[in-house]
C-alpha cells in the first residue's frame, strides 16, 4: 500500500506542470502568431508547406527549452521564468531572420519552402542551444 501511495503522490505535482507547460506552449504560440505578419494557422489550413515548417520549427524551438526547463526547475516559478527567456530567444529568432532575409513576410504566404525551412531550422536549433544552456 505504502508503494502506492508513493506512485500516487507524484502525479498531482505531474499534473500541475504538464498544465502549466501546455499552457505556456499555448501562450507562446499565441504570441509567435500575433508577431508574424502573415496568418500561419490560415496558410497551414490552406497547405502551405513553408509555414506549416516555419512554425513547427519555432513550437519545437521553445519546447525543448520548456521541457529542459520543467525537468530541472526546483518549483513553478524557476520553470516560469526561464520559460520567459526561451520564449524571447524564440522570439528574437524571429526579428533576427527578419532581417537576414527581409522579405521572408511575403515568402512564407508565398510558400516558398527554403525560407521557411531555413526560420524553422534556425528556431529548432537555437531552442536545442538555450535548452543546452539552462543552468536551472
Do not use: H
Not at 501562450?27 to 505578419?37: D, E, N, S
Not at 490552406?46 to 521541457?67: D, K, M
Not at 530541472?72 to 528574437?92: E, K, R, Y
Amino acid at each position: 500500500m505504502e508503494i502506492l501511495r508513493q506512485s500516487i503522490g507524484g502525479f498531482f505535482p505531474f499534473i500541475t506542470t504538464l498544465a502549466v507547460a501546455l499552457a505556456l506552449l499555448a501562450l507562446f504560440l499565441f504570441i509567435y502568431v500575433r508577431i508574424t505578419p502573415y496568418r500561419e494557422i490560415q496558410l497551414i489550413r490552406e497547405g502551405n508547406v513553408a509555414a506549416a515548417i516555419s512554425l513547427s520549427g519555432a513550437t519545437l524551438g521553445f519546447a525543448i527549452p520548456l521541457a529542459q526547463s520543467a525537468a530541472q526547475s526546483g518549483n513553478l516559478l524557476d520553470m516560469l521564468m526561464w520559460s520567459g527567456i526561451s520564449m524571447t530567444v524564440q522570439l528574437l529568432v524571429y526579428v533576427a531572420v527578419r532581417m537576414i532575409i527581409p522579405g521572408i513576410s511575403r515568402d512564407i504566404p508565398a510558400g516558398k519552402t527554403a525560407q521557411g525551412t531555413f526560420l524553422g531550422m534556425l528556431s529548432f536549433a537555437t531552442g536545442l542551444l538555450s535548452a543546452a544552456c539552462m543552468d536551472v
